[in-house]
C-alpha cells in the first residue's frame, strides 16, 4: 500500500499522476477535503476507478498513521520540509514503514540522517530522503564515478547545473519557499566526517556544453551517502553544488559570495527571510509549462586522488526536473512496495536499490548516463 501525502501540492499532483501512469493505485492525503476530492476525479481512469483519499494535517497525522504499517510506502511533498517535514518521518518511523520523500533541503536531509536514521533502525523503517531530482541523480553518478575508478579517491565532487527555459519561472511557490531556507538555514559538507558551513561557501565554475555557471555548495544527501559506498578506505572529502548555465557567471559568483557575508550580520537571516516570502506572493504558484519543458538538467560527479588527479567522471543528462522528481518517487515507491528495500535507517537511493536496479529504472524514465560508461 502507497499513502501520497501531499498530493494537493504541485509537485504531490505531478507525482500522483505519475503513479497512476505506472498502474498504481496510491491513496491521497492531504489537510484540505475539497481538493483531494478534485484530484481523484480528475485522475479518475476506466478500469482504476477513484482513488481513495484521507484528509489529515500535519499537526495531526493520525489518520495517516492508522493506515501505514510495516512494508507499506508513505511518500511524502508536504514542504518546506524544515518547517513541515518531521510529522511524517516520525509517523513512518513508528509505523515501521518506508518513506520517501521530495526534500532538497540540508538542515532536513542533515535531520533525516542524524536524528531520525537512528530511530528507524530501531524501528525497522527505511527512509529515503531527496528521493527526486535533487538528489537521486548525483547519488546514481557518484556510486558510477567510484565504481569506474581504478584508485583510491579522495573526493568526489557533484554539480548539479540546469539550463534552458529564459528568464521565465520555472520552479513552483513552494520550491521558492524551500529554496529561501536553503540560503538562510546553515548547510554542510564532508570533510572527514560532516562539517557544517553556510550554502554557497564555494562558488566554482563548470562548463557544460561550452555553457560556463558558477554554482553554489549546497548540502545534500551525497555527502552521507557516498562514503558508504566507497569500500574500507572511506571517501574523505564530498562537495556538492548547484548551478544554472548560461547566468551571468560574474554576476551569480558575487551574489553567491555576498550573501554568506550578509547573512552573518545579526538580523539579516529574519530580514532575507521576509523580503524572500513577500517576493514569492508575487510569483505564480506553478511553474510556466511551456518553459519548463526546455530545461535540461546537466548532472556531473567527479572523482580525485589525494593528488588532485582526476580518476573519472560520470554525467548524466534529464529534462524537466519536476516531471524527473514525479517518476523517480513513483518508481521508487513501485520498487519498494514490490520488492523491499535494503533494509532499515537512512538510506541513499543506491543503498536501497542496489546500483544496477537503480541504473536501469533511471534510464527508463529519462535519466540517461551520456559519458562514463564507455
Ligand atoms: N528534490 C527536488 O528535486 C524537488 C522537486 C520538486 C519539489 N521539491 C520540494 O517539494 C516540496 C513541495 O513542492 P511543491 O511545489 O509541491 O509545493 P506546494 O505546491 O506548495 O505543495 C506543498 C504541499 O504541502 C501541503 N501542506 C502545507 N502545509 C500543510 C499542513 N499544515 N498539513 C498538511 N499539508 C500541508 C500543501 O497542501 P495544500 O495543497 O492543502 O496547500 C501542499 O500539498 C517543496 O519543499 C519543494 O522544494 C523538491
Given at each position: 500500500m502507497i499513502v501520497l501525502f501531499g498530493a494537493t501540492g504541485y509537485t504531490g499532483r505531478r507525482v500522483a499522476e505519475a503513479m497512476v501512469r505506472r498502474g498504481l493505485r496510491p491513496i491521497l492525503a492531504g489537510r484540505n477535503a475539497e481538493r483531494l476530492a478534485a484530484l481523484t476525479q480528475r485522475l479518475k481512469k476506466p478500469g482504476l476507478g477513484k482513488l481513495d483519499v484521507v484528509c489529515a494535517d500535519i499537526s495531526d497525522l493520525a489518520p495517516v498513521r492508522a493506515l501505514i504499517g510495516r512494508g507499506d510506502v508513505m511518500v511524502s511533498t508536504v514542504g518546506p520540509f524544515h518547517r513541515l517535514g518531521a510529522p511524517a518521518v516520525r509517523a513512518a518511523v513508528d509505523a515501521g514503514a518506508i518513506y520517501l520523500d521530495s526534500t532538497g533541503e540540508p538542515p532536513f536531509i542533515r535531520r533525516v540522517f542524524e536524528e531520525f536514521g537512528p530511530l528507524a533502525q530501531r524501528s525497522g523503517a527505511s527512509l529515503i530522503t531527496?528521493?527526486?531530482?535533487?538528489y537521486v541523480p548525483g547519488n546514481l553518478a557518484g556510486a558510477l564515478a567510484l565504481r569506474r575508478a581504478s584508485a583510491r579517491v579522495h573526493r568526489l565532487e557533484v554539480g548539479y547545473l540546469i539550463s534552458g527555459g529564459?528568464?521565465?519561472?520555472?520552479?513552483?511557490r513552494g520550491t521558492g519557499r524551500s529554496a529561501l531556507g536553503l540560503l538562510t538555514e546553515q548547510s554542510f559538507t564532508r570533510r572527514d566526517g560532516i562539517r557544517p558551513e553556510p550554502t554557497g561557501s564555494r562558488t566554482p565554475t563548470f562548463t557544460v556544453g561550452g555553457l560556463a555557471c558558477s554554482a553554489l555548495a549546497v548540502g545534500a544527501t551525497e555527502h552521507y551517502t557516498l562514503p558508504r559506498l566507497?569500500?574500507?578506505?572511506?571517501?574523505p572529502e564530498v562537495d556538492v553544488y548547484l548551478g544554472r548555465l548560461g547566468a551571468a557567471t560574474g554576476l551569480a559568483r558575487l551574489a553567491y559570495r555576498l550573501v554568506p557575508a550578509l547573512l552573518a550580520l545579526p538580523g539579516a537571516r529574519r530580514l532575507v527571510r521576509g523580503i524572500g516570502e513577500f517576493a514569492l506572493r508575487?510569483?505564480?504558484?506553478?511553474?510556466?509549462p511551456v518553459a519548463l519543458a526546455q530545461v535540461r538538467s546537466h548532472v556531473v560527479a567527479t572523482a580525485y586522488a589525494?593528488?588532485?588527479?582526476?580518476?573519472a567522471q560520470v554525467r548524466l543528462m534529464s529534462g524537466d526536473p519536476y516531471q524527473l522528481t514525479a517518476d523517480l518517487l513513483a518508481w521508487g515507491a513501485q520498487r519498494a512496495v514490490d520488492h523491499g528495500v535494503s533494509?532499515?535507517?537512512?538510506?541513499g537511493p543506491v543503498q536501497a536499490f542496489g546500483l544496477d536496479v537503480l541504473v536501469a529504472g533511471s534510464a527508463e524514465i529519462g535519466l540517461r548516463v551520456i559519458a562514463g560508461m564507455e
Open positions: 531527496a528521493c527526486g531530482h535533487d529564459g528568464r521565465a519561472q520555472v520552479i513552483s566507497a569500500g574500507p578506505d572511506g571517501l508575487w510569483s505564480a504558484e506553478e511553474p510556466d589525494a593528488s588532485g588527479a582526476q580518476l533494509g532499515p535507517g537512512a538510506l
